[in-house]
């Protein structure tokens, strides 16, 4: 009895092994397969406990600040700089301050990715603060003539870009298929992207000719976030740069991303590369429409070749609007 008892607390203590392992990132059957984390992921942001508090009281009694606690949960690097955030949601002359003191904030630091290295132990990215109000001032109720209840609410516009590959399948023979090729040339094919926003998916590819091939993919926009982008590929240098709140603006801008291929356009076994939506043939910039895109392209490929898998990159870029919000509820002192 004791000896059974003994072989399955051995086997528990394996079990709950190998769930730590998988939670810390480390590899439990060697070197990682796949090129990325994973996932759908950006910048998080939450507000710092009890800034803002939830009660405060008025005419001037209490002061107070405005902490967001942001974190790189993807795998894109933010530059400080492409990175906007504005307080929104009261009027600022109510709490001492103008609205200049709430438009623009910029995190502390720039927000490092996180990473998966060779043997796939993952480093977590970056975690930062931005006050409000800016100056490092505080706010201050005004008097009020009963208890009022404010929302506070964070609106963040951060330049992010996800990375995606994929494998064609090139024989020298695209039409009469060897039952041991190496590939199949028309076959939907895995895709790995990287943990972002927006994700590319659904990589398919099919012949056309002898010498040419053509394949598609789906840009899908996960999550509740609204994504912007343009022809000029504007970063946000200030907040209604990078996410316009003008009505005309917004509606140009909106669900709308950048995309490039790469790779394949400089290799020499493909040529006269063509994606339909793509003004540069290889990059050019695409609207979704709920929520979703579907990029086709050809290729032509060079007569004298061998039989070979190519990997090819899909570059998109956008920025994120993201917002997180609270409640302060402003308490009236009583007079006398």
């Known amino acids: 009895m004791n000896k059974r008892y003994y072989i399955i607390a051995l086997l528990v203590c394996l079990i709950l092994l190998v769930s730590a392992c998988k939670r810390s990132g480390a590899a439990t059957g060697g070197a990682p397969r796949t090129p990325f984390i994973g996932g759908t992921a950006g910048i998080t942001m939450n507000f710092e406990k009890d800034s803002p508090p939830p009660e405060v009281t008025d005419d001037d009694s209490f002061s107070f600040n405005v902490i967001l606690r942001l974190k790189n949960d993807g795998e894109f690097k933010v530059d400080r700089n492409d990175m906007k955030l504005n307080l929104v949601g009261f009027d600022p002359n109510d709490f001492g301050k103008v609205f200049d003191d709430m438009k623009d904030g910029q995190p502390d630091d720039t927000l490092e990715s996180r990473k998966k290295d060779a043997e796939g132990n993952i480093v977590e990215g970056t975690t930062t603060f931005v006050t409000f109000p800016k100056g490092g001032d505080s706010f201050r109720p005004r008097k009020f003539s009963g208890n009022t209840e404010f929302t506070f609410r964070a609106d963040a516009c951060y330049h992010y870009k996800t990375e995606a590959n994929a494998k064609l399948c090139i024989l020298k023979d695209m039409i009469n298929v060897r039952d041991d090729a190496i590939c199949k040339p028309t076959a939907s094919r895995a895709i790995y992207s990287s943990s972002a926003p927006v994700q590319v998916s659904n990589f398919r590819q099919s012949v056309v000719g002898k010498d040419k091939i053509t394949f598609s993919f789906d840009v899908v926009l996960s999550g509740n ?60 910039v695409v609207k979704l429409v709920s929520n979703r895109r579907t990029v086709t392209c050809t290729v032509s490929l060079v007569q004298d070749r061998l039989d070979l898998e190519k990997t090819m990159g899909i570059n998109v870029f956008y920025n994120v609007l993201d917002k997180k919000e609270t409640k302060v509820l402003v308490k009236h002192l009583a007079e006398g």
């Open 225 to 284: 976030s609204d994504i912007f982008w343009n022809r000029d590929e504007n970063k946000p240098t200030t907040f209604d740069n990078g996410c316009p709140r003008d009505p005309r603006t917004r509606r140009e801008r909106e669900n709308s991303v950048g995309i490039e291929i790469t790779e394949i356009p400089a290799d020499p076994v493909f040529s006269d590369l063509s994606c339909g939506g793509l003004d540069g043939r290889s990059k050019g």
